[in-house]
């Protein structure tokens, strides 16, 4: 099996595990899942800037797309949302309409938007590897998430690095049993160079800040607030 593939599905078990465990965040995993999956079709942004993997049916060398990059993203959306929820117990409490329609709500679909907003012109306009654009663009949108939702603020900050220490450690398991995946397939001279502990810094940086901004996404987009399972329902009328 290429080294690609079988990261892309020890990932997706992971996310299989975390579903069948955790009943009451299935819901959240599916729905941000099935939004985060279609970004796997940005593939070709980042093949060969970034890294050039072998692919089913060598799709990611002559087309730049791939199905392991679906199979990914899919993967990773549905654990970064709930790792915070899994760990501290937390349920969702709705937001009510008077609550949304005031003040301090009047920037939520800008900040919701901020993460292309701000890639489209990095990716555009500058010689940035794309990775770097990326991460860029999803620690912005994960501090304008912050800015316009502060009570999120807890679970947007440790779910980036709950996801960092989860994928750095999924990472150091991969190169034990793929120990030249790194240096064959990543473009290390046209980024850092740096590894730590054999795991580039950018997968790093991508890991926080993909935690950062994706751990909240479902809250903020569908208006829910949290609350730990058995404490006071504090939610305003």
């Known amino acids: ?97 008077r609550e949304r329609h005031t003040k301090k709500h009047r920037f939520h679909v800008l900040a919701l938007l901020s993460p292309i907003i701000v890639f489209l012109p990095l990716q555009m306009l500058t010689n940035l590897n794309p990775i770097y654009s990326a991460s860029i663009s999803m620690f912005i949108g994960g501090t304008a998430a912050i800015l316009c939702r502060p009570d999120l603020k807890k679970k947007i900050l440790i779910g980036g690095i709950l996801f960092l220490g989860l994928y750095f450690v999924f990472f150091l398991f991969f190169n034990l049993v793929y120990p030249l995946a790194v240096s064959t397939f990543w473009n290390l001279p046209t980024i850092s160079g740096i590894l730590i502990l054999g795991v580039p810094l950018e997968e790093l940086l991508f890991a926080f800040t993909f935690g950062m901004l994706w751990s909240s996404y479902y809250e903020h987009i569908k208006w829910f607030r949290l609350n730990k399972l058995g404490g006071k329902n504090n939610e305003k009328p």
């Open 1 to 97: 099996m290429n080294p690609w593939l079988a990261f892309s599905l020890i990932l997706f078990g992971i996310w299989l595990v975390l579903f069948i465990l955790r009943k009451e965040n299935r819901k959240e995993m599916l729905w941000v899942s099935i939004l985060t999956a279609p970004f796997g079709l940005t593939e070709p942004l980042f093949v060969p800037e970034y890294w050039n993997p072998s692919s089913l049916f060598n799709l990611a060398a002559t087309t730049g797309f791939d199905i392991e990059s679906l199979i990914f993203s899919f993967a990773i959306g549905g654990i970064g949302a709930v790792l915070y929820e899994a760990i501290f117990r937390m349920r969702h409490l709705k937001i009510s309409k």
